[in-house]
């Protein structure tokens, strides 16, 4: 239950941050914090990362209100998180590529989404394997 704790406080923080940047560009037109604005299948990126932060955030508050399992929470969590390195690692590539990796809050806003969907992953990733540690019989010694 402490690291369903602490996911849900990281998807909280990634949507928080990803909706920030959503908005801005939804509202104004252009990105935040003076950075390029990648797009994705016609669409800024800091849009899906809404959506799957917001994914992580829905699962996660639906297992500590216990809706679902806890190990469905963090499966989910565990899934989408991957899902989202792989998407803001590929941003966060071409940024270091196109020497565009800092930012005005030190960092590019895909390199804070990364960081972000690794330390879910790790934390999910050590949630499941526990769970499933939990749940296996101790076979006899010897």
Known sequence: ??????????????????????????????????????????????????????LMFVATLLG???RISTSAATKTSLVVSFLGILFAGSFTILDVMQSRLTGMLGLSSCAYGLIFYILIFVISAASVREQQLSQTPNEPQG
Do not use: D
Request: contains cysteine; aromatic residues 22%.
């Open 1 to 54: 239950m402490k690291s369903l704790k602490i996911l849900f406080a990281l998807a909280l923080a990634g949507v928080l941050f990803s909706g920030y940047l959503s908005a801005v560009k939804l509202f104004s037109g252009t990105c935040a914090f003076n950075e390029s604005c990648p797009y994705f299948l016609g669409y800024p990126a800091c849009w899906y990362g809404f959506t799957m932060f917001a």
């Open 64 to 66: 500590l209100v216990r």
